[in-house]
């Protein structure tokens, strides 16, 4: 059945006599439209608020903990609709979760896994797994599977266990594993990422691999750009490492030198 | 048998621009005032433009219905706010509350493109930027609406701020003064009325600085 924790109870429309001092009675629920045909009503509404598909993230695991980077374009259709989205999502001190596809879709949904994360921890005195966690959020997805959400993310996070690393999507996907890439420029995340992956990395050349794996992504995937986020989450939990400009980057990786000619002439007219 | 599909659509364009703009201690949240459907313009003088809480202004373009339910439903939480927390919602809670209550209607949404500006409990301007299911963020300046996508390249080209994702952070906040911003929305909507048929007749310019909140309006073209 689907998961309504996160709403409010509304109290029904039409007042039952004098009895609205305040008493909500209505079970909670998301309103539905009366629509005879509740499927093309749904492809409409998808089509109307057009989640933003483009995106690269990238999460691994390795010796020191785990690896979490993002880009930050958001895109609606050909439009940049904006350069500053925040893709990688604090859900609490000690776990992250990464966005990709309807951006309100990952946004409320990661916010209610952060609360319900929190209220486990008060129910049973001790943090909850990152097993746990996104099994939290795998089961909320596929209650709601078939009726449009779109969120493709990876819950990472460091628990009694040591670091753990899930792919959790809106058809009710539910993975573990050590190397995950998700979205439009997925593949061209993997391909660095892939070729330069060691588990027995350092945590400056696994932050400086995942900078690279996501400035590539942005060079090549036209739906990816913006800010290349940099976050580790240790033992102590996670610590972002870097933010910088995929445009700046492009530079720093590729100098650009003068060429001989203009040296030459610069010499030329001298101090 | 083929599904029939329905012929009525609960939906309209009511068109229109909104603008607002973040300084160091103020914050300019502008709209058109025009509204029409299709080609009918059906008034020249229509506000899209909410004062939510004291220190927190609301421009939606978009299906103005929706956007006048979506008015009623924040001004009567804060009204509850207020009764139970005996005072004024900030901004950032604002922000929250206005995209918690898009999502709330994620699978029949309000067709309101909106931007909420205002203060922050430090006093420094704040703009959040929204899309139709509530995603947010805060951001130093934003456009939404049918001249948006005309705005949008002009105001990052005068008022690039840095991105807030940036390590080490920078300030979003635009350097510019309150005048020197009001007289640029000012250019923004002349611009924008130029080339898009939904924008035109009156832009509404709202300040809200220490001193509270200030309105004005400049005429534009009406063709």
Known sequence: ?271 | MTKQHANWSPYDNNGGSCVAIAGSDYCVIAADTRMSTGYNILTRDYSKISHLAEKCVMASSGFQADVKALQKVLSARHLTYQHQHNKQMSCPAMAQLLSNTLYYKRFFPYYSFNVLGGLDSEGKGCVFTYDAVGSYERVGYSSQGSGSTLIMPFLDNQLKSPSPLLLPAQDAVTPLSEAEAVDLVKTVFASATERDIYTGDKVEIVILNAGGIHREFMDLRKD
């Open chain 1, 1 to 271: 059945m689907l998961d309504t924790t996160a709403l409010e109870s509304f109290p029904s429309l039409i007042s039952h006599g004098i009895n609205v001092a305040g008493e909500i009675s209505a079970p909670p629920s998301f309103q539905l439209p009366n629509s005879n045909d509740f499927d093309g009503f749904v492809k409409e509404t998808i089509q109307m608020v057009k989640p933003a598909k483009g995106t690269t993230t990238l999460a691994f695991i390795f010796k020191e903990g785990v690896m979490v980077a993002a880009d930050s374009r958001a895109s609606m259709g050909g439009y940049i609709s904006s350069h500053s989205v925040k893709k990688i999502i604090e859900i609490n001190p000690y776990m992250l979760g990464t966005m990709a596809g309807g951006a309100a879709d990952c946004q409320f949904w990661h916010r209610n896994l952060g609360i319900k994360c929190r209220l486990h921890e008060l129910a049973n005195k001790r943090r909850i797994s990152v097993t746990g966690a996104s099994k939290l959020l795998a089961n909320i997805l596929y209650s709601y599977r078939g009726m449009g959400l779109s969120v493709g993310t990876m819950i990472a996070g460091w628990d009694e266990t040591g670091p753990g690393l899930y792919y959790v999507d809106s058809e009710g996907g539910r993975l573990k594993g050590n190397r995950f890439s998700v979205g439009s420029g997925s593949p061209y995340a993997y391909g660095v990422l892939d070729s330069g992956y060691k588990y027995d990395m350092s945590v400056e050349e696994a932050s400086e691999l995942a900078r690279r794996a996501i400035y590539h992504a942005t060079f090549r995937d036209g739906a990816s750009g913006g800010v290349a986020s940099v976050y580790y989450v240790g033992p102590t939990g996670w610590k972002k490492l870097s933010g910088d400009d995929v445009g700046e980057l492009h530079y720093h990786y590729n100098p650009v030198t003068p060429s001989t000619v203009e040296q030459e002439m610069v010499e030329a007219a001298g101090p």
